[in-house]
């Protein structure tokens, strides 16, 4: 604080009158992947200002990966980071206060070059698959239990599966080495942009599955704690992503200025990714959502044992924010 401004400070607390016009805007600081997706929104978000109309200062700290984020966050060294449910559930099962308000409902999609002969998942036996995100990734299971319950189809048994990080998997599949590749969904949209077809995406499986509309895969994740003790800068935050939500569906000229963000190599790349993204903003209550993560995490927990839920057969209670307002 300046000296003009402590003098004002002092008078006013003579006065007996609290100095509220220096209280500082609460901040919060969110850890993001360096180059990830999440970083469309938050700097459009600045761009236009929307964290200061709803009160808080957005202040993003980048990381490498997700696992460093996650440390980070664990650490305390950021207040928020983007994960998904399924993590947020886990660590609660084991103690920790975190907890989930969504973010996107895109996903994964499995996609095969646009003259492939492969139309169902029962075609893809004995194919080269690609896979992003591990054995134990979400859509992954979920693709793969789809395809036992409708066609009778083992996956990994009847298949040749490729597990490598998204970049590699994409080039790839753009060289003719794979006959089909699961990848994160701006990846997919890259291959869609440049004549790829979907085959099925994460969401498809898992509404025929069970689930009645899209589930957000990621969200913000923070903890009750710090909601308590900084609920000004959690409403604020949420209010701004609302708002955010909202400029991004409707405005191209947002996106406009995303564009040196988005890398897109070509106009038909930007638009699909444009339009995919604006796909993926929820639009569902958080009732809704809760009662198909619900469904879908005890379908998971069977697929996937503890090592992918830990020791929580259920969804740990709270892993959904309970303060959020049905905002989207």
Same mark, same amino acid.
């Not at 664990?74 to 994960?83: E, L």
């Not at 899209?214 to 969200?219: D, H, L, R, T």
């Not at 564009?259 to 790349?269: G, R, V």
């Given at each position: 604080?300046?000296? #003009?401004?402590?003098?004002?400070?002092?008078?006013?607390?003579?006065?007996?009158?609290?100095?509220?016009? #220096?209280?500082?805007?609460?901040?919060v600081?969110?850890?993001?992947?360096?180059?990830?997706?999440?970083? =469309?929104?938050?700097?459009?978000?600045? $761009? /236009?200002?929307?964290?200061?109309k709803?009160?808080?200062?957005?202040?993003?700290?980048? #990381?490498?990966?997700?696992?460093?984020?996650?440390?980070? !966050?664990?650490?305390?060294?950021v207040?928020?980071?983007?994960?998904?449910?399924?993590?947020?559930?886990?660590? $609660?099962?084991?103690?920790a206060? &975190?907890? #989930?308000?969504?973010?996107?409902?895109?996903?994964?999609?499995?996609?095969?070059? /646009? @003259?492939?002969?492969?139309?169902t998942? %029962?075609?893809?036996?004995?194919?080269?698959?690609?896979?992003?995100?591990?054995?134990?990734?979400?859509? =992954?299971?979920?693709?793969?239990?789809?395809?036992?319950?409708?066609?009778?189809?083992?996956?990994v048994a009847?298949?040749?599966?490729?597990? /490598?990080?998204?970049?590699?998997?994409?080039?790839?599949?753009?060289? +003719?080495?794979?006959?089909?590749?699961?990848?994160?969904?701006?990846?997919?949209?890259?291959?869609?942009?440049a004549?790829? $077809?979907?085959?099925?995406?994460?969401? *498809?499986?898992?509404?025929?599955?069970?689930?009645? +509309?899209?589930? %957000?895969?990621?969200?913000?994740? !923070?903890?009750?704690?710090f %909601?308590?003790?900084h609920?000004?800068?959690?409403?604020?935050?949420?209010?701004?992503?609302?708002?955010?939500?909202a400029?991004?569906?409707?405005?191209?000229?947002?996106w406009?200025?995303?564009?040196?963000?988005?890398?897109?190599? *070509?106009?038909?790349t !930007?638009?699909?990714?444009k339009?995919?993204?604006?796909?993926?903003?929820?639009?569902?209550?958080?009732?809704?959502?809760?009662? @198909?993560?619900?469904?879908? &995490?005890?379908?998971?927990? @069977?697929?996937?044992?503890?090592?992918l839920v830990?020791?929580?057969?259920?969804?740990?209670?709270g892993?959904?924010?309970? +303060? %959020?307002?049905?905002?989207?």
């Amino acid at each position: 604080m300046g000296l #003009f401004k402590a003098a004002i400070a002092a008078a006013l607390i003579v006065c007996g009158m609290a100095p509220a016009a #220096f209280a500082e805007t609460p901040t919060v600081k969110i850890g993001v992947l360096k180059y990830g997706t999440v970083n =469309w929104e938050l700097d459009a978000m600045k $761009r /236009a200002g929307l964290d200061e109309k709803n009160g808080v200062s957005v202040d993003t700290v980048p #990381f490498a990966g997700d696992s460093a984020s996650e440390v980070a !966050f664990q650490a305390g060294a950021v207040d928020m980071i983007v994960s998904d449910w399924l993590w947020v559930s886990r660590q $609660r099962a084991t103690g920790a206060d &975190y907890t #989930f308000v969504p973010y996107s409902t895109s996903v994964g999609s499995v996609m095969v070059p /646009a @003259d492939s002969p492969v139309k169902t998942l %029962a075609d893809l036996k004995g194919k080269k698959i690609g896979v992003a995100g591990g054995p134990l990734d979400k859509n =992954w299971l979920l693709i793969q239990a789809l395809a036992k319950k409708a066609y009778g189809v083992d996956l990994v048994a009847a298949n040749d599966i490729v597990y /490598a990080a998204p970049p590699l998997l994409t080039e790839k599949a753009r060289s +003719g080495e794979l006959d089909a590749v699961l990848n994160y969904w701006h990846y997919a949209a890259r291959l869609e942009a440049a004549g790829f $077809r979907t085959l099925i995406s994460g969401t *498809d499986a898992a509404m025929k599955m069970g689930t009645s +509309g899209p589930v %957000a895969s990621i969200g913000w994740v !923070f903890r009750d704690s710090f %909601a308590k003790t900084h609920p000004d800068a959690i409403e604020g935050f949420l209010a701004a992503d609302k708002a955010t939500d909202a400029l991004l569906a409707t405005s191209d000229d947002a996106w406009t200025k995303l564009q040196p963000l988005m890398h897109a190599e *070509d106009a038909a790349t !930007f638009e699909t990714l444009k339009k995919r993204y604006r796909e993926g903003i929820p639009v569902r209550s958080n009732a809704e959502e809760l009662k @198909d993560v619900t469904k879908l &995490y005890k379908l998971l927990a @069977d697929i996937g044992g503890a090592k992918l839920v830990g020791p929580a057969p259920e969804l740990s209670a709270g892993t959904y924010y309970s +303060g %959020a307002e049905d905002s989207h």
